[in-house]
């Protein structure tokens, strides 16, 4: 079980650059986020799918998008990329009854824009 | 938006002594659980706590939903080298599908 998978581990862009971060699971969660993580700021959301066909904004959604593909896959993408979205991100799923909030993360990708 | 305030942000110990660590909230929680982040790994879901009172082992990281339902702790007992990461605490609002409202962390670092 590969669980959850992120792809690319590591990108570098240049400011105006665009990109897509991909994330597939494949323990049948409902649910699906995306999270940043940047020094002394702990994980703050992105967005987040609460079931395959719905997308909703999480904390700090400004200047990313996502897609939910199927109910395995759900991307980020930049658009333009600014410096400020220099960071650790992870996409983390759950199965959103019962134990909703135990999220199962992958192990980040770490995006730096020049 | 919701925040967890976690305290402290980082801790330097013996290795032998025992670890705690809190979570408070101007908001009442559903759920709290603890994630430890070991470096370049993604968190990992310690213990999760669902009712108020609630005290919950695991080996030897302990965890308590607290009675107001706005706070919780988790303590480590006899810490080892391997307790070495980031423990992060999380809070649901409401059952469900709402998402995870998460702490900065603790960062936590042991001397052997």
């Known amino acids: 079980n590969a669980g959850v998978t992120q792809t690319p581990k590591f990108q570098v862009l240049k400011t105006g650059q665009s990109m897509t971060l991909q994330c597939a699971q494949d323990?049948?969660?409902?649910?699906m986020y995306w999270y940043r993580q940047d020094p002394g700021m702990g994980l703050r959301l992105i967005y987040y799918?609460?079931?395959?066909?719905?997308?909703d904004k999480g904390e700090v959604p400004n200047g990313y998008n996502v897609s939910r593909l199927n109910k395995r896959e759900f991307s980020l993408r930049l658009e333009s990329a600014a410096p400020s979205q220099t960071s650790v991100y992870f996409c983390?799923?759950?199965?959103?009854?019962?134990?909703?909030?135990?999220?199962?993360f992958g192990e980040g990708s770490r995006l730096t824009v020049l | 938006g919701q925040q967890l305030n976690q305290s402290p942000q980082s801790m330097f110990i013996q290795e032998g002594e025992d670890v705690s660590m809190n979570c408070t909230s101007s908001?009442?929680?559903?759920?709290w659980l603890w994630y430890k982040q070991e470096p370049g790994e993604g968190p990992v879901l310690l213990i999760a706590?669902?009712?108020?009172?609630e005290l919950t082992s695991n080996g030897r990281l302990t965890a308590q939903f607290g009675i107001t339902r706005k706070d919780s702790f988790l303590n480590i007992s006899a810490s080892i080298p391997s307790d070495v990461g980031i423990y992060f605490c999380?809070?649901?609002?409401?059952?469900?599908?709402?998402?995870?409202?998460f702490g900065k962390g603790t960062r936590l670092s042991v001397i052997a």
């Open positions: 983390a799923g759950s199965s959103g009854t019962g134990g909703a909030g135990e999220l199962f």
């Open positions: 323990m049948n969660h409902n649910s």
């Open positions: 799918s609460a079931s395959e066909g719905t997308t």
């Open positions: 908001s009442i929680f559903n759920t």
């Open positions: 706590l669902y009712k108020a009172g």
């Open positions: 999380a809070g649901q609002l409401k059952p469900g599908n709402t998402p995870l409202v």
